[in-house]
C-alpha cells in the first residue's frame, strides 16, 4: 500500500475573486515536496449558452463576472461583429475602447488599493485583524479615498456608457447603442487631471517600496518566464491587436492574428483543479506556458502609444535585465502604470471628435459560421470564440479567461513560497499570507475562469509523508 503524503490545505484564499484552496504535500522529513493550487468552483457558460442566439452572447456572458462583466461584454460583442461579417463604425470602436479604459482603472484600482495594498503597508506578518482594508481606511485614509476615488471614476464612466456600474449595456453587434453626450465628456475630461496625479503619486509609493524591500521584492515567487499579450505597432493594446508571445530572454518568440488563437494556444488539464493551463502548442506543456495580465502585457509590448506612461515605463524596464521585468511583486508597479495609461488614453478618446457622433452601429443580412473576438482584460488575454447555424443559435462557446493563462505560474509561485518558508506543520499564518500574496499579484478572477458561482476564499491543506491531512486552514 503506498504511503500518502501530510499535507497542508489553506482554504479559503482570501481577498481575491473567486474560490480556491492551496494543498501543501510534506515529504516524510516535514519539508514541501509539491505544492497545488487548486481552483474549486464551476459554472459551465460554455455549456448553457449553447441555443441560445448570438446577439444575445453581450448580455449573458458579462454574468461570469460582477468584477469585470465590461471586458466579457466587449469581446463578446467583437466575436458578434466578426459573426456578422462587419467593421463597426469608428465612433463605435471609440465609444467601446472608452468604457474599456473605464474597466482598467477601476479594476486595477480595487486590486492595488483594496486587495494588495494591506500585504505592502502592514507587512506579511502583520495581524490579520489590521491587515485589510478597513486597516488602510484607519491608518492609511488619503490613500484609502485615493482608491475608492479613482475606482468611482472609472465606474462613473461605465454606467454613464451602459447605464449601470456592474453588468452594463452598451455594446450590440455591430455597434453601440448610445453615444456620450458633450455635457457628460466635457464632465470626465475635467476629473482627468486629478486622477493622473493620483495615479502618479501612488505609483511613487509603489517604486520606494520595492526599493526599501528589494531584497525580498525580486526574490518573490519570481520566475522567469514568456509573456503575452496584444499589440498594435509593437505597442500595448487593451482593446484590438495582434496577439505576441515575448519569450525570457526578450526575443519575440511569435506574433499572430487573434483568429489563429487555436492553431497556436493549447489547453492542459489537471484533475485536482477547474482552471485549466493554456500553453503555447509549438512548446508543449508545461514548457509553453507564458504569464499575462500587466507584467504580461509591459514585458510583450515594446513600448506604451501614450507619453507619460511610455516615460513610466522606461523607469521600469531600468530594473530589470536587457529590458525584461521577471519580477513578480512588480506586477503591481505594471498595473499601476497601466492605469496611468488608461486614463491617458481615455482623454485622447474624449477629446477625439468622432467620440461624439451619431454614427453608432452597421447591420449585415448575412450570417459568418463563426467569430472570434479578443480583449485585454484587466487579469490579461481574454479570448470569446462562438461558432452558430445558419439560424444563428449557438452551436458551440470557447472561452479562454485570463486568469487561465497564469494558472501555471500561480502554482509555481505558491510552491516557490512554500518551499522557502514551510518546514513541519507549525506554519505561521504570515507564511500563509505570503502564499495568498502570490496569488493577489496576478489579481485572478476564479468565477470568471471556471465561471462559477462561489464564495470568494481560500483554504490550505497540509498533508504528511503518508498522505494525512495534518492540518487545514481556512480563512475568510
Known amino acids: 500500500m503506498p504511503k500518502e503524503r501530510k499535507t497542508i490545505v489553506v482554504n479559503p484564499i482570501t481577498r481575491i475573486e473567486g474560490h480556491g484552496k ?24 460554455e455549456a ?5 442566439d448570438f446577439r444575445e452572447m453581450p448580455v449573458i456572458t458579462p454574468r461570469i463576472c460582477g468584477i469585470c462583466p465590461v471586458s466579457h461584454h466587449l469581446a463578446s460583442a467583437k466575436a458578434c461583429d466578426a ?8 465612433t463605435a470602436h471609440k465609444l467601446r475602447e472608452l468604457m474599456h479604459m473605464g474597466q482598467i482603472v477601476q479594476s486595477h484600482a480595487l486590486s492595488f488599493f483594496h486587495l494588495s495594498s494591506p500585504d505592502l503597508l502592514f507587512g506579511f506578518d502583520a495581524d490579520p485583524a489590521v491587515r485589510h482594508v478597513g486597516g488602510v481606511a484607519r491608518d492609511f485614509p488619503e490613500l484609502a479615498k485615493r482608491g475608492i476615488f479613482m475606482r468611482k471614476f472609472g465606474q462613473e464612466l461605465i454606467k454613464t456608457l451602459g447605464g449601470k456600474k456592474i453588468h452594463p449595456w452598451h455594446s450590440i453587434p455591430g455597434g453601440v447603442n448610445r ?24 505609483i511613487e509609493l509603489i517604486r520606494k517600496y520595492l526599493e526599501d524591500n528589494g531584497e525580498e521584492a525580486k526574490k518573490f515567487a519570481t520566475l522567469e518566464s514568456s509573456y503575452l499579450g496584444l499589440v498594435k505597432g509593437g505597442k500595448l493594446e487593451l482593446f484590438d491587436g495582434d496577439i505576441r508571445l515575448r519569450g525570457p530572454r ?42 499575462v495580465g500587466p507584467l504580461g502585457r509591459v514585458n510583450a509590448c515594446d513600448d506604451f502609444a501614450t ?5 513610466e515605463l522606461k523607469r521600469f524596464r531600468e530594473l530589470g535585465e536587457d529590458g525584461m521585468v521577471h519580477y513578480t511583486m512588480y506586477t503591481h508597479y505594471a498595473r499601476l502604470m497601466e492605469v496611468l495609461y488608461a486614463l491617458e488614453r481615455m482623454e485622447e478618446l474624449l477629446l477625439d471628435e468622432d467620440i461624439t457622433g451619431s454614427d453608432l452601429r452597421v447591420s449585415s443580412k448575412g450570417l459568418q459560421p463563426e467569430g472570434i473576438g479578443v480583449i485585454e482584460a484587466p487579469r490579461g488575454t481574454l479570448i470569446h470564440h462562438y461558432q452558430v447555424d445558419e439560424m444563428g443559435s449557438v452551436k458551440a462557446v470557447n472561452l479562454i479567461v485570463a486568469t487561465g493563462h ?15 518558508f514551510i518546514h513541519g506543520a507549525d506554519v505561521k499564518e504570515g507564511v500563509l499570507n505570503r502564499m495568498e500574496h502570490v496569488i493577489r499579484c496576478y489579481d485572478p478572477c476564479l468565477s470568471c475562469s471556471t465561471h462559477a458561482v462561489g464564495k470568494m476564499p481560500l483554504k490550505v491543506s497540509i498533508v504528511d509523508g503518508e498522505g494525512r491531512e495534518i492540518r487545514e486552514i481556512l480563512k475568510g
Open 22 to 45: 492551496i494543498t501543501v504535500y510534506l515529504d516524510e522529513s516535514g519539508n514541501v515536496d509539491e505544492t497545488r493550487f487548486h481552483v474549486t468552483q464551476f459554472r459551465g457558460f
Open 250 to 291: 526578450g526575443r519575440i518568440t511569435d506574433e499572430f492574428p487573434d483568429v489563429e488563437y487555436l492553431d497556436r494556444i493549447g489547453e492542459h488539464v489537471e484533475p485536482w483543479s477547474y482552471l485549466k493551463f493554456p500553453f503555447y502548442r509549438s512548446l508543449g506543456f508545461p514548457q509553453g506556458s507564458y504569464r
Open 406 to 420: 497564469n494558472n501555471y505560474a500561480m502554482n509555481k509561485g505558491v510552491e516557490m513560497v512554500a518551499k522557502e
Open 83 to 90: 459573426i456578422l461579417g462587419v467593421t463597426i463604425t469608428p
Open 48 to 52: 448553457f449558452c449553447k441555443g441560445r
Open 307 to 311: 507619453p507619460e506612461a511610455s516615460k
Open 179 to 202: 453615444s456620450i453626450k458633450v455635457e457628460e465628456r466635457d464632465l470626465f475630461l475635467k476629473g482627468l487631471p486629478e486622477q493622473k496625479e493620483a495615479i502618479k503619486d501612488t
